[in-house]
């Protein structure tokens, strides 16, 4: 089992920065494939990044550049860094965890363990 909950979230002006983090109570955190996922109003559910136990990280095309993924795993805990941020970055993020890599990291039915969520609003 593993509980994941997400800050960090808030309301921001287009071209700003903020940095979402995610805290994990599993102690085997580190032997996880863990991702961000986001979720706008009247859309569906889309993979942001994903990062696997052995670091590598992957990242959706719209925020290639823009956004590191990382993780710290003494700490438990995962990040998200967002930079240049524009309006269509608006929704609520989402951190989840996956017990083994392989497969698309971007589907959501692929990860066992979910936090609640934190609101990212960008303005223009």
């Known amino acids: 089992q593993v509980q994941l909950k997400e800050s960090g979230g808030g309301s921001v002006q287009a071209g700003g920065s903020l940095k979402l983090s995610c805290a994990a109570s599993?102690?085997?955190?580190?032997?996880?494939?863990m991702g961000w996922f986001r979720e706008g109003p009247g859309k569906e559910r889309e993979g942001v990044a994903s990062?696997?136990?052995?670091?590598?990280?992957t990242y959706a095309d719209s925020v290639k550049g823009r956004f590191t993924i990382s993780k710290h795993n003494a700490g438990k805990t995962l990040y998200l860094e967002m930079h240049n941020l524009n309006p269509d970055d608006t929704a609520m993020y989402y951190c989840?965890?996956?017990?083994?890599?392989?497969?698309?990291?971007?589907?959501?039915?692929?990860?066992?363990?979910w936090g609640q969520g934190t609101q990212v609003t960008v303005s223009s």
């Open positions: 990062i696997d136990a052995d670091g590598t990280a």
């Open positions: 989840a965890a996956r017990r083994f890599s392989g497969g698309d990291w971007s589907l959501p039915r692929t990860y066992a363990y």
């Open positions: 599993n102690s085997h955190y580190d032997n996880y494939c």
